[in-house]
């Protein structure tokens, strides 16, 4: 079956720390990849996405993600954390039908 | 602005009261979808639409009821049959096909 997996539900890191978000994906064949990020109380913003090329990818606020085959991976990174950071990031596949991890939810420290 | 406008932001409702969620998009997306978000459990499909007078369940439909008349417009229908409907709503629009969504700042309903 077709799946998205985050494997860490929280994730706390100190302001100015680099950041790596983990997605784990299983199709079938490649899928379309997003990352949306979500602050509390409002909808999701897609940081980036990935369909194909290349396997580097920049986003906005500082976000990038690196797909790798080979591992089915599809990992959020950010060099430095700012407090502003703090939200829920999501990572989707889509191969037709949209499928959503369950979230990671990041608490940056002063 | 383009973009995708959810209301009420916020909506209290009595046990047997069914409610309607409006959602409104001015991208000219031909999709749309309402999703359901509890904590900890991710963004659950509920109903979406690829065109107009078109829709189709999702995961978790049962309780719900849309309409698409309108190309713009996907409201959706809390009935007094969704068991559990106190949640955090969000409307979606995407072009048909590429599966980026863009989404609606959402609409938290809390039955009384």
């Known amino acids: 079956a077709q799946s998205v997996t985050q494997p860490d539900i929280h994730i706390t890191v100190s302001e100015g720390a680099s950041l790596e978000l983990r997605c784990n994906y299983s199709y079938g064949a490649t899928p379309y990849l997003f990352w949306y990020v979500q602050s509390p109380g409002q909808g999701l913003q897609l940081l980036l996405k990935?369909?194909?090329?290349?396997?580097l990818v920049q986003g906005i606020k500082g976000f990038e993600a690196e797909f790798k085959r080979s591992q089915s991976s599809f990992n959020l990174r950010k060099p430095s954390v700012h407090w502003s950071d703090a939200a829920e990031y999501f990572c989707v596949g889509s191969q037709g039908n949209l499928i959503f991890g369950k979230g990671t939810k990041l608490s940056v420290k002063p | 602005d383009g973009g995708i406008t959810q209301s009420p932001k916020y909506l209290f409702r009595k046990e047997g009261q069914n409610v309607t969620l409006s959602c409104e998009q001015n991208l000219n997306h031909d999709a749309m979808y309402w999703y359901r978000q509890d904590p900890g459990q991710g963004l659950r499909l509920i109903y979406y639409?690829?065109?107009?007078?078109?829709?189709q369940k999702g995961d978790i439909a049962e309780g719900y009821s849309v309409s698409r008349e309108k190309k713009e417009s996907f409201p959706l229908t809390v009935t007094s049959a969704q068991k559990n409907p106190t949640a955090f709503y969000l409307c979606a629009s995407s072009v048909q096909g590429n599966g980026e969504l863009f989404f609606g700042e959402g609409s938290r309903l809390t039955v009384l």
């Open positions: 990935y369909f194909s090329g290349d396997t």
């Open positions: 639409s690829q065109i107009v007078n078109d829709f």
